[in-house]
């Protein structure tokens, strides 16, 4: 194994103390694990919160500050945060208007956030949640009970957080946050499987030249393996199974992910034969978004996520943001 680490053990206190120096625009707590923006509490403004796993990034450590979230909760290397540290977070970005969970649909995230949305209240926060299970691929997977919640995940972060930023209340931000997660859908594709600090070996056994049609951001079997294909082949696959589910009317938010370890070379050639599968679909496309998003530390491969938007999400998307992970319009 070679990794650019010291020790398996302090691997995501050494990131979070790495993002603090790089990042003096937030307020990085290494030790109870919490990153908040640090202009927080804004008054008036309905704060986000979300949180995961590490080995993701820059998801969702990288996706605080103005236009998305206000705190994000790290897990150790694909754990659930401890509810604990969602309570900690909520107290420091809740302006008295709510306060809103984002989470991905894995067992333990789900469970960890329903507890701390209870013990949040005891506390007098106004606590709402909205899950995100965008992941076409399978509908039950290790460590998930139904869909799992993978791309889309940078759709509602962004567009639900841009509706905050503009001052909605929590009712109105949860009901835009649903419906972009009701509007989104997703497929991954893995060439090599990743590795993690503590195993030291890939986490599945994926043979020379074959992938996995459907994987998971941990790793989690997908839908079938098969022998490996061209990146045109690839995105037909891809983005049949999401249109084949989706059924969009409307144009479409694209975006091409990479698990990691994909070169942007390769991603932006696998963007462009997504755009052509679109087309043949005849799927409208409204705005597109290549890169390494939602990773799976150094897994190679990839993911599609679509989002259909009318003119109220698209404006949203479009909106100011200016985190570690994505920004613009500032």
């Given at each position: 194994?070679?990794?650019?680490?010291?020790?398996?053990?302090?691997?995501?206190?050494?990131?979070?103390?790495?993002?603090?120096?790089?990042?003096?625009?937030?307020?990085?707590?290494?030790?109870?694990?919490?990153?908040?923006?640090?202009?927080?509490?804004?008054?008036?403004?309905?704060?986000?919160?979300?949180?995961?796993?590490?080995?993701?990034?820059?998801?969702?450590?990288?996706?605080?500050?103005?236009?998305?979230?206000?705190?994000?909760?790290?897990?150790?290397?694909?754990?659930?945060?401890?509810?604990?540290?969602?309570?900690?977070?909520?107290?420091?970005?809740?302006?008295?208007?709510?306060?809103?969970?984002?989470?991905?649909?894995?067992?333990?995230?789900v469970l960890n956030f329903r507890m701390a949305?209870?013990?949040?209240?005891?506390?007098?926060?106004?606590?709402?949640s909205v899950l995100v299970d965008d992941d076409?691929?399978?509908?039950?997977?290790?460590f998930t009970a139904g869909r799992r919640g993978?791309?889309?995940?940078?759709?509602?972060?962004?567009?639900?957080?841009?509706?905050?930023?503009?001052?909605?209340?929590?009712?109105?931000?949860?009901?835009?946050?649903?419906?972009?997660?009701?509007?989104?859908?997703?497929?991954?594709?893995?060439?090599?499987?990743?590795?993690?600090?503590?195993?030291?070996?890939?986490?599945?056994?994926?043979?020379?030249?074959?992938?996995?049609?459907?994987?998971?951001?941990?790793?989690?079997?997908?839908?079938?393996?098969?022998?490996?294909?061209?990146?045109?082949?690839?995105?037909?696959?891809?983005?049949?199974?999401?249109?084949?589910?989706?059924?969009?009317?409307?144009?479409?938010?694209?975006?091409?992910?990479?698990?990691?370890?994909?070169?942007?070379?390769?991603?932006?050639?696998?963007?462009?034969?997504?755009?052509?599968?679109?087309?043949?679909?005849?799927?409208?496309?409204?705005?597109?978004?290549?890169?390494?998003?939602?990773?799976?530390?150094?897994?190679?491969?990839?993911?599609?996520?679509?989002?259909?938007?009318?003119?109220?999400?698209?404006?949203?998307?479009?909106?100011?943001?200016?985190?570690?992970?994505?920004?613009?319009?500032?």
């Amino acid at each position: 194994m070679k990794m650019l680490i010291n020790v398996a053990e302090t691997v995501v206190a050494d990131a979070l103390r790495g993002m603090a120096a790089a990042h003096p625009e937030l307020v990085v707590d290494v030790e109870n694990r919490v990153v908040v923006r640090r202009d927080a509490p804004v008054a008036g403004k309905v704060a986000l919160i979300s949180g995961g796993g590490s080995g993701h990034e820059p998801l969702h450590g990288g996706f605080v500050g103005p236009g998305m979230l206000d705190a994000a909760c790290p897990g150790e290397v694909f754990t659930s945060p401890v509810p604990d540290q969602m309570v900690r977070a909520a107290a420091a970005v809740d302006s008295g208007a709510g306060v809103l969970f984002l989470v991905k649909n894995y067992t333990g995230d789900v469970l960890n956030f329903r507890m701390a949305a209870e013990l949040a209240e005891d506390e007098g926060i106004t606590v709402a949640s909205v899950l995100v299970d965008d992941d076409v691929a399978v509908t039950d997977s290790t460590f998930t009970a139904g869909r799992r919640g993978t791309g889309a995940t940078l759709f509602v972060e962004k567009i639900a957080g841009a509706a905050a930023e503009e001052g909605a209340p929590l009712e109105r931000v949860e009901a835009i946050a649903r419906r972009v997660v009701g509007a989104s859908r997703s497929f991954g594709v893995a060439l090599a499987a990743c590795t993690t600090p503590a195993k030291g070996s890939p986490t599945f056994d994926l043979p020379p030249g074959q992938l996995e049609l459907g994987v998971g951001i941990h790793g989690e079997p997908g839908r079938e393996r098969c022998a490996m294909m061209t990146s045109r082949e690839i995105a037909e696959v891809a983005v049949d199974a999401v249109l084949d589910d989706l059924q969009p009317e409307l144009p479409v938010l694209v975006l091409v992910n990479g698990a990691g370890a994909t070169p942007l070379l390769e991603l932006y050639g696998f963007a462009a034969e997504v755009h052509r599968r679109l087309a043949d679909r005849e799927v409208a496309v409204a705005r597109t978004l290549v890169g390494d998003y939602v990773t799976s530390l150094d897994m190679a491969g990839a993911s599609v996520t679509l989002c259909q938007v009318d003119g109220e999400l698209l404006r949203l998307w479009d909106a100011p943001v200016q985190t570690a992970g994505l920004r613009w319009g500032r």
